[in-house]
């Protein structure tokens, strides 16, 4: 099996892309936040003290995305033409599930800005919860559909 991101000599590379067609590419995360029923309830109706939880969340999102080759070695620095970020609760389970949808026009695919903007919506409201409720669980954090490029479309 042939790894792509080590040269012969088993160095790490970032993949040389240059030879690549430019492609529409679009790639879509989701991860969920469990929580408590007051801390639920309380993002909700919008009466945390640190504010607007899901609003905020929302930014950090997008700033995740747009910062992903920042945090993930070798990841390509992307042009990205949108980043989304939904969020859909269920009250039954005192959770709310993350979205991020990706866009760009390019070499090379947004999975990895699709996950990171969805994993970091989740950690800020972690953040913006954390003191009334420290039991909080991420969990389910996948790539659920992608599009565009060589290896073709991906759906979970």
Known sequence: MEFS???????????????????EREA?????IRMSRECFRKVMEGHMAKGDVLGT??????????????????????????VKIDFESDGNKNEI?????VKTTGKTGVEMEALT?????LLTIYD?????DKRM??????????TGGKSGDFSF
């Open 5 to 23: 991101h080590f040269d012969a000599d088993g160095n790490a590379v970032m993949v040389d892309v240059s030879g690549k067609k430019e492609t």
């Open 57 to 82: 969340a929302r930014i950090a999102g997008i700033m995740g995305a747009k910062k992903t080759s920042e945090l993930i070695p070798l990841c390509h620095l992307l042009q990205l033409t949108s």
């Open 97 to 101: 599930t993350a979205f991020c949808r």
């Open 28 to 32: 879509v995360a989701q991860g969920v």
């Open 128 to 132: 913006m919860c954390k003191a009334i």
């Open 117 to 121: 903007g969805v994993q970091v919506a």
């Open 137 to 146: 669980e991420m969990h389910s954090i996948h790539l659920c559909t992608k």
